[in-house]
T-cell receptor, first 109, second 114 residues
Framework: QKEVEQNSGPLSVPEGAIASLNCTYS??????FFWYRQYSGKSPELIMF????GDKEDGRFTAQLNKASQYVSLLIRDSQPSDSATYLC?????????FGKGTRLSVIA | EAGVAQSPRYKIIEKRQSVAFWCNPI?????LYWYQQILGQGPKLLIQ????????DSQLPKDRFSAERLKGVDSTLKIQPAKLEDSAVYLC????????????FGPGTRLTVT
């Protein structure tokens, strides 16, 4: 069973701080890595995807991938109260896309 | 551009009853996905269609779940008979390719089995 592990949180950060969300995965054959944001009662929406080791930046978001450590993270700079949501890590290899349970982020104004 | 449409939005049934969910993808999107999201968990892919053919249904409980996508456009997911553990949100998503980063989710159908 391929697994994607995330700390369920809640992770609380003050407004303007950096939020760091982490994810580990079990399948070494995983090739594609995704971060989704899901507001309460809403559907997931894609924030970032990353395929190669290293960092990928998009606005206030940075995804980091370390395949050797089977670790992927999402950094949110200048966190805003509107970033408060559950963040889902998803991993794709030669199997169906597997989601983690998500980390609940709370940004305190 | 209209998004992915799903109906009904909410459904309450008793165990052992049957239920069906409908999804209409974004116009022109060839790939359609059905996910099950149990409260407190991430979505689990049940089935993926490419046009009207099945790409992956390895996680679909085929003894009680079925899905079809006639004419390669809208799709129906059925549960018969329902169990208490089927209580979840059923999400439909579509994309115009097979890249998961391109998929757009519908609003979901919240199913409660009592």
């Amino acid at each position: 069973q391929k697994e994607v592990e995330q700390n369920s949180g809640p992770l609380s950060v003050p407004e303007g701080a950096i939020a760091s969300l982490n994810c580990t995965y079990s399948d070494r054959g995983s090739q594609s890595f995704f971060w989704y944001r899901q507001y309460s009662g809403k559907s997931p929406e894609l924030i970032m995807f990353i395929y190669s080791n290293g960092d990928k930046e998009d606005g206030r978001f940075t995804a980091q991938l370390n395949k050797a450590s089977q670790y992927v993270s999402l950094l949110i700079r200048d966190s805003q109260p509107s970033d408060s949501a559950t963040y889902l890590c998803a991993v794709k290899g030669n199997t169906p896309l597997v989601f983690g349970k998500g980390t609940r982020l709370s940004v305190i104004a | 551009e209209a998004g992915v449409a799903q109906s009904p939005r909410y459904k309450i049934i008793e165990k052992r009853q049957s239920v069906a969910f409908w999804c209409n993808p974004i116009s022109g999107h060839a790939t359609l996905y059905w996910y099950q999201q149990i409260l407190g968990q991430g979505p689990k892919l049940l089935i993926q269609f490419q046009n009207n053919g099945v790409v992956d249904d390895s996680q679909l409980p085929k003894d009680r779940f079925s899905a079809e996508r006639l004419k390669g456009v809208d799709s129906t997911l059925k549960i018969q008979p329902a169990k208490l553990e089927d209580s979840a949100v059923y999400l439909c998503a579509s994309s115009d390719g097979q890249a998961f980063y391109e998929q757009y989710f519908g609003p979901g159908t919240r199913l409660t089995v009592t």
